[in-house]
């Protein structure tokens, strides 16, 4: 039942997104057709790019890379809809794993947005690490900011195009997670905003033996592109509205049918209860 009410509200949430990016903008069409993760599986992101991590501690990207994988999170603290639906769907995937942040992985959020601070980032990974609800995950979590040369490096080496517009001022930017070794080769991409526990783990497996995988087909990426031209929606946002009723109406159904076999369950033992000793 938890889940079905997840998926609901995320699906919820998204659409109100939509509604809410129909506003004027000034990103053209062709900029946002754009904005995607160019996969670069098996490429090398430079581990000597400089950044400041949460308690405004200069850094650089390569602290956090050694023996265990990386999850990398590319996207804004003060965004107002899809960073939170990318961390909050990794975490729930991640709570249902046996390894943990911080023990058999690492994981590096980076804001694209170079006005951000330090403060900002502390905040969001109290909030985080919060939810995801085991403390000691705070040490292998780590939450960056950066000035714009550094941040538009690391962006063009995993392939993550974004774009600002200054009409609405929010970032246009696509949805996933980028699974690296820990030599901080590109291993895996994951994409959209729910993330399957055994593909999440078999990526984390894989990265950490430096395996590189396949391509993936990028479905939920930039999921809520409205067009200001044509006042329609992209085929994107159909597509997410329409997996959204089939998802809620199976995750309902697979309910149902838990709850009816309970009964069941509990009729049975009532019509033929155990015989006493």
């Known amino acids: 039942m ?37 996969q670069k599986l098996g ?23 050694g023996k265990k994988p990386v999850i990398l999170v590319l996207g804004y603290y003060g965004c107002p809809m899809l960073c939170t639906f990318v961390i909050n769907g990794m975490i729930g995937s991640l709570q249902d794993m046996d390894w ?10 980076v804001s694209i947005d170079p006005a951000e601070k330090p403060a900002l980032a502390l905040a969001k990974k109290k909030a985080y690490v919060k939810r995801y609800g085991r403390p000691d995950a705070a040490a292998g979590w780590h939450f960056l900011t950066g000035d714009e040369r550094a941040i538009r490096r690391l962006a063009d080496e995993v392939g993550f195009q974004y774009a600002y517009d200054p009409e609405i001022k929010q970032y246009a930017h696509p949805s996933g997670l980028v699974i690296l070794s820990g030599g901080g080769k590109i291993s895996h991409y994951l994409s959209g905003v729910i993330y399957s526990t055994p593909e999440l783990k078999s990526a984390l497996v894989d990265a950490s033996a430096s395996k ?26 159909m597509f997410v509205v329409r997996f959204c009723g089939v998802a809620v109406v199976l995750a309902l159904a697979g309910g149902i049918v838990v709850m009816v ?16 000793v």
């Open 2 to 38: 938890k889940k079905t009410i997840f998926i609901w509200s995320t699906c919820f949430l998204i659409g109100l997104s939509g509604i809410q990016s129909s506003r004027a903008r000034t990103v053209a069409d062709a900029t946002l057709k754009k904005i995607e993760f160019d």
């Open 43 to 65: 490429a090398q992101i430079s581990l000597d790019a400089p950044f400041t991590d949460e308690t405004g501690k200069s850094v650089k990207l390569g602290d956090y890379f």
């Open 100 to 109: 943990q942040i911080g023990n058999q992985f690492e994981v590096v959020n």
């Open 212 to 237: 590189v995988g396949l391509p993936i087909q990028q479905l939920f990426l930039l999921c809520f592109h409205y067009s200001p031209i044509t006042g329609k929606y992209a085929p994107a946002i």
């Open 261 to 276: 076999r309970g009964e069941h369950k509990k009729s049975a033992k009532a019509a033929h209860p155990a015989n006493p």
